[in-house]
């Protein structure tokens, strides 16, 4: 059942014009020009509960925007909103209290107070009862380590401690929507797999729905099945990544490295691009050639001592779907 609903989502801006020179600076004294700018144009999609989904895009393509008015800061320019039942700008009071939100470079902390006394002001903002703040608290602790800066100020907490305490801050209310945006910024990878790990299991174990924004594919590619990838504020493709990795990613790289050789590899189907000493890194096409047959190829002349098949990331994939254009992606777009 859907859990958020959206229908021809429409968000402009209105954008001073500005004049060069003096003489321009005066007219707009006077007489202030704008332009429109269109951010989200005719935007639909629905979100079911307890789905995790990416909504991606390059800068400027209107994902902030877009999660600006589901969480009620902005109101649209046209279209339909509904959170778990609620027009978020109509009623942000109330929508707060479905959702839980995490600015990878803003905080819902007080800055200057120690990290505990935040959860308990926001216990009491959000009227969490003594038991399921103690309940949430224990597993939040035990889960993302928060017991060693607990006493901390937030001033003083590093990236990743700061990420982890606000991530737990969003959850405290017990929302049934989580909207992340940007969460592992700044992260090693460390830091990032715990924090990873982190929202797999309050999905899994809570059925919280979450929305993912993110420029690091590898979060999508790990934590999401599904993707809503947008672009020049218009949704270009809305479905499973698996569908754009498959339609995409035709392209495998096959890591071989075989025992001393002289001799140069050469093949029928695939070509070797990369070379280190008896390391050989081999691109090829697996609509047109599988790699059992490639490698079946190199036996014949070559001792095999390693190899590796590499499949294309997430990444690579939508920077050539910018590059190349949508057309190619017959899938049917989802409302």
Not at 24 to 41: D, N, Q
Request: hydrophobic letters at 40%; proline letters at 3%.
């Amino acid at each position: 059942m859907p859990i958020i609903e959206v229908e021809h989502l429409m968000k402009d801006f209105k954008i001073a014009k500005r004049e060069t020179g003096f003489a321009g600076a005066l007219k707009s004294l006077v007489k202030r020009e704008f332009i429109t700018k269109e951010a989200v144009k005719d935007i639909s999609f629905t979100i079911n509960e307890g789905e995790m989904v990416g909504y991606i895009g390059p800068n400027g393509a209107g994902k902030s925007t877009t999660i600006k008015m589901l969480t009620g800061i902005l109101v649209p320019s046209g279209g339909h909103v509904r959170v778990n039942g609620i027009v978020p700008y109509e009623d942000r009071q109330e929508n707060a209290k479905n959702i839980g939100v995490v600015f990878g470079q803003r905080t819902q902390l007080w800055w200057d107070l120690p990290t505990i006394e935040s959860f308990e002001l926001l216990k009491e903002i959000y009227q969490v009862s003594n038991e399921r703040y103690k309940e949430n608290m224990a597993t939040f602790i035990d889960i993302l380590g928060l017991d060693e800066f607990l006493n901390t100020p937030v001033r003083q907490l590093s990236l990743g401690q700061r990420m982890r305490a606000d991530i737990a801050a969003s959850l405290l209310h017990d929302p049934p929507i989580l909207f992340l945006d940007e969460p592992t910024i700044g992260l090693d990878v460390v830091a990032k797999e715990r924090m990873r790990t982190f929202i797999k299991e309050i999905n899994k174990e809570r059925n919280i729905t979450v929305i993912l924004t993110t420029h690091d594919m590898e979060d999508i590619e790990q934590l999401c099945e599904r993707m809503v990838l947008i672009d020049h504020g218009q949704k270009v493709y809305d479905g499973e990544i698996s569908v754009v990795k498959n339609r995409f990613g035709k392209i495998r790289t096959l890591v071989v490295d075989l025992e001393e050789s002289k001799r140069t590899l050469q093949l029928m189907n695939g070509e070797v691009f990369k070379e280190e000493a008896n390391r050989y890194w081999i691109r090829f096409n697996r609509e047109e050639v599988s790699a059992s047959e490639i490698i079946n190829q190199i036996t014949k002349t070559h001792n095999i001592k390693d190899l590796t098949v590499e499949e294309p990331e997430i990444e690579s994939i939508i920077s050539r779907i910018y590059q190349e254009g949508f057309e190619e992606i017959s899938e049917p777009v989802r409302n």
